[in-house]
């Protein structure tokens, strides 16, 4: 195996590592053993546990945000809040490892960690839509950040639940969240349905 090689094999291993048992639970010695070589090899590529575990991160924090980026296409606020929602269930189910990664170690009402980030990098792009869109029916846009947090948080939430349960189906899910997104509590339709083709 090639140094490169070797390094994307370590990376794999500790990931679904991280994933099955945490950062806490996991150790140098079991990602050495499943890769079959020595604890220094790993030591080389990552300098310690802490090294590994932030370039699993860094790369679950930029696959996540670049499917969030290429799904927010925007067009109508509903269909905006569709796309969000539906990217992030696309990402856990594509990639529930990472996503165990990323919520793992991020508890809900954390103010740091790498989920926490996340959910606020993908509220400062939601923010400045949800302003212009309160500004046109007369409310005040100095909410939309409040709202654009509340938002996807519900979404990011939502998503931890759908992790593990994988009932309805990623489409319903979706249709539900929006529907009580854009509705509210008050005026929730009775079998809510995508309207922006996801």
């Known amino acids: 195996m090639t140094a ?5 094999q370590l990376i794999l291993i500790a990931r679904g590592l991280f994933a099955e048992r945490g950062f806490d639970g996991s150790s140098i010695e079991e990602v ?5 070589v020595s604890k220094p090899i790993v030591y080389e590529h990552f300098g310690g546990k802490e090294g590994l575990y932030a370039v699993v991160v860094d790369r679950e924090v930029r696959s996540l945000l670049d499917m969030m980026t290429r799904a ?3 067009g109508h606020p509903r269909v905006l809040l569709e796309q969000a929602a539906f990217a992030l269930l696309d990402y856990i189910e594509q990639n529930p490892d990472g996503f165990r990664i990323l919520v ?8 740091s960690g790498s989920f926490v980030s996340i959910i606020g990098d993908v509220a400062s792009r939601v923010e400045h839509i949800l302003a212009a869109e309160f500004k046109s029916r007369g409310f ?3 909410a939309a950040p409040m709202y654009a947090q509340m938002l996807v948080g519900m979404v990011g939430t939502t998503g931890q639940w759908w992790l593990d349960a994988r009932k ?3 489409e319903e899910v979706a249709a539900h969240l929006v529907n009580l997104a854009w509705h509210g509590l ?4 009775k079998k809510p349905t995508l309207r922006g083709g996801a």
Do not use: F, H, I
């Not at 050495?32 to 079959?36: K, L, N, T």
């Open 140 to 142: 005040d846009a100095k």
């Open 104 to 111: 793992r170690d991020s508890p809900v009402g954390s103010s």
């Open 4 to 8: 490169a090689e070797r390094r994307e």
């Open 168 to 170: 309805p189906s990623k």
């Open 72 to 74: 927010l296409t925007a």
């Open 186 to 189: 008050a005026n929730l339709e």
């Open 32 to 36: 050495a053993s499943r890769a079959e």
